[in-house]
């Protein structure tokens, strides 16, 4: 009977280690933390750092990405502090980098688990390989797609074959129109303290007197629906490809045995 190696059995406990650290903190977080009024809180300190608050900005959402909390609001108070396009792009680069740091902690975690049963499933072995090769494409329309949880997709795709720096800039690009919404929502807010009260949803939206919002939040939403029906349509066409080759090998293997 074979033994699994001491050193594998330690890597697995430290890989749970780690998944029920996360969990239990964003957990905690989630449950305990005052999201709305955060924002507000370290707006007024940060605003005082002048250039150096854009870095300190910049790493809320590392912690936001590793444990999956909603960075909306804090998308939303960087363009009411710091402007339209200084705001785009601390958000923008910091949520790709807070992605790419989930990246890495979930590769860590599930890629192993998911190389091993694809061991068992030839389809999954090949779906993923096909997805690897459209990676860019794959990242980007997920990106999109409205109502795809941000967390979620991060480490899905940690755990296929896709490779970090394709999945790098294709988070940069499918982010980049949530967080133009977003910024322009904050530079619209008169006083931070709106943040506590603010909320993101059709009704509220629809409501602004911000034609300019109205417009910009009409049109993510328009590409983020198209988005999702090419996504459907694209994994579907890469599942009857995965079928159609594994078929195709199960001929070649029943016609080299005959």
């Keep these: 009977m074979q033994t699994i190696p001491k050193k594998g059995n330690a890597t697995r406990i430290i890989k ?3 998944l029920m650290v996360i969990v239990c903190l964003g ?7 005052d999201y709305k009024e955060f924002p507000a809180q370290a707006a007024t300190f940060i605003r005082d750092l002048g250039w150096k608050g854009m870095f300190l900005y910049g790493t809320l959402y590392f912690l936001l990405g590793i444990f999956s909390l ?3 609001l804090i998308t939303i108070s960087a363009g009411y502090l710091f402007g339209f396009f ?5 958000s923008n680069i910091g949520s790709t980098l807070g992605a790419a740091l989930m990246f890495l902690v979930g590769r860590f975690l599930f890629r192993g688990f998911v190389e091993r049963q694809e061991e068992k499933f030839g389809f999954l072995k090949t779906f993923d390989a096909l997805v690897e090769k459209r990676g860019l494409k794959i990242v980007i329309l997920t990106r999109l797609a409205i109502f795809m949880p941000y967390g979620l ?3 899905g795709f940690s755990a296929s074959k896709i490779k970090l720096g394709v999945f790098v800039v294709g988070s940069m690009l499918g982010m980049l129109p949530g967080s133009i919404l977003y910024v322009i929502i904050g530079t619209s807010l008169e006083n931070i303290s709106d943040m506590a009260s603010i909320q993101i949803n059709p009704s509220t939206i629809a409501q602004s007197h911000n034609q300019n919002l109205q417009v910009w939040y009409g049109l993510i939403m328009g590409i983020g629906l198209i988005s999702m029906l090419i996504l459907v349509y ?3 066409k890469i599942s009857t490809l995965a079928l159609k080759s594994i078929g195709k090998n199960q001929e070649e293997i029943k016609s080299v045995g005959n």
């Design 234 to 236: 694209y994994l579907g």
């Design 27 to 33: 957990l905690f977080f989630f449950l305990n933390g």
């Design 153 to 155: 997709l991060n480490y």
């Design 16 to 18: 749970v280690l780690v």
């Design 70 to 72: 909603p960075a909306s």
């Design 86 to 90: 200084p705001g785009i792009l601390i």
